[in-house]
């Protein structure tokens, strides 16, 4: 590849994050071939951050001060939140994930698997490289939280460990 073409493929790439900007996506994959084995893949994402509408409270009737117990004062907020959980998995890298090593084969982990700490969970594609997740600790998978096959941005959590 001369230099010439490398600079119009930076060129390339900088107006692909251009659109991606402009338009307000949070990904784009574009592949070029240019014959005789030579082609061009980008993907071109950023993180989006994405702001919890507001919600309209409803004052429901209470009852007198003296008959609420500790339980019923004290509602426990849910979590809904993923990535915010202390057992999170997350993804180092944008890309497909994929829960088995083949397809067809047993996935990796499942949820109440029993794991120990560097113990594969899931494979990441990126760029036609297959990155194998690790688990961080020993623990038990409570939750799987994406698909086989599906596309992953950074930061996106994938498994809970407990």
């Known amino acids: 590849m001369t230099k010439k073409d490398q600079d119009t493929d930076v060129e390339f790439i900088q107006a692909l994050a251009e659109v991606l900007r402009e338009n307000d996506l949070t990904e784009l994959h574009v592949k070029r071939d240019y014959g005789s084995n030579k082609s061009l893949n980008v993907r071109v994402s950023r993180q989006s951050i994405i702001a919890a509408a507001p919600q309209a409270v409803m004052a429901a009737p209470t009852a007198p001060a003296a008959a609420a117990t500790p339980a019923e004062a004290a509602p426990t907020p849910v ?3 993923p990535s915010q959980h202390p057992g999170a998995v997350t993804s180092p890298m944008v890309g ?8 067809g084969a047993a996935p990796f982990v499942t949820v109440g698997s029993s794991i120990t700490e ?6 990441v594609e990126a ?6 997740i690790p688990a961080p600790k020993t623990g038990k998978v409570t939750r799987i939280l994406v698909d086989d096959g ?3 941005e950074f930061g996106s959590p994938l ?4």
């Not at 560097?118 to 494979?123: D, K, M, N």
């Open 79 to 81: 979590d809904d939140d």
């Open 96 to 103: 497909t994930v994929y829960l088995s090593a083949e397809p």
């Open 118 to 123: 560097g113990q594969t969970l899931l494979i």
């Open 127 to 132: 760029m036609k490289t297959m990155n194998q």
């Open 150 to 152: 599906t596309p992953v």
């Open 159 to 162: 498994v809970i460990i407990e």
